[in-house]
């Protein structure tokens, strides 16, 4: 388009000139333009138009572009925001174990209260034994007083211990002592025990027993006076009438 505009102007000047020297500078302005003089400014305005256009195509591409553009606008609720993370603490948060705190859950049986229940115990798991022996002896059995008969003795005496606490442990919650003396189990939360609790606190009597019962004697030198088995079992003994301390 600049080409052609140049070449139409430079002939334009050109005839001009040639015919101001052959008639003089007077006939220049009686003389027609050219066919294409008119013409030129054409090219011109048509660069205009052109440009025009092509400086206004980019800014139709950004104001669609700026159409199609989604926007996202996040508002934040703190009291929603609060209650999702402690709901998600709670579930997320591995249970904590149960701890013995005193001022919270019933409390704990003094020990002569338990010194008497466990009297008891004794005096009826003797006598149950005492009946299997006698019974034993009816029946054409004998025992000595050798080595070998005395501890065959020792170690039924053990096994009825065992079996004694085991089941009114486990299935009665208490021992016949615990009843007749009022007391029961609960666990460290103030709760009934489960039977798993009280399967490990059949376990711990057996085990205090049989380290020369020094499980039951911690009890006189612990902090919250209780025994190996209330500690293994995660339960102890307290008052039945009694109630949580607030």
């Known amino acids: 388009m600049d080409v052609d505009t140049d070449w139409r102007r430079e002939v334009s000047t050109r005839v001009q000139d040639y015919r101001a020297r052959r008639r003089g500078s007077a006939s220049v302005d009686l003389q027609s333009a050219l066919p294409f003089d008119s013409e030129s ?21 950004m104001a669609a572009a700026r159409a199609h553009r989604t926007e996202r606008i996040e508002i934040a609720i703190p009291q929603l925001e609060t209650a999702a993370v402690a709901g998600h603490a709670r ?8 701890i013995f705190s005193p001022s919270h859950v019933y409390p704990v049986a003094t020990l002569p209260e338990r010194r008497r229940a466990a009297a008891v115990d004794v005096v009826l798991l003797l006598f149950s034994y005492g009946g299997m022996l006698a019974l034993f002896t009816v029946l054409g059995g004998h025992i000595g007083f050798n080595r070998l008969d005395l501890l065959v003795a020792v170690a039924t005496l053990a096994l009825f211990y065992a079996q004694y606490f085991a089941l009114f442990t486990v299935f009665g919650g208490s021992t016949p002592g615990m009843m007749l003396r009022g007391l029961r189990v609960v ?11 009280m399967v490990w606190r059949s376990f711990g009597y057996v085990v205090s027993a049989g380290a020369c019962f020094l499980g039951f004697l911690w009890a006189l030198w612990d902090d919250d006076q209780l025994c190996w088995q209330d500690r293994i079992s995660q339960t102890y003994i307290t008052p039945v009438e009694e109630r949580p301390q607030r």
């Open 41 to 61: 400014p054409a090219p011109v305005e048509s660069s205009g138009a052109a440009t025009m256009l092509a400086s206004a195509a980019p800014a139709r591409k």
């Open 91 to 98: 579930w997320a948060a591995p249970p904590s174990g149960a």
């Open 187 to 197: 666990s460290f939360d103030g709760g009934t025990p489960t039977s798993r609790q």
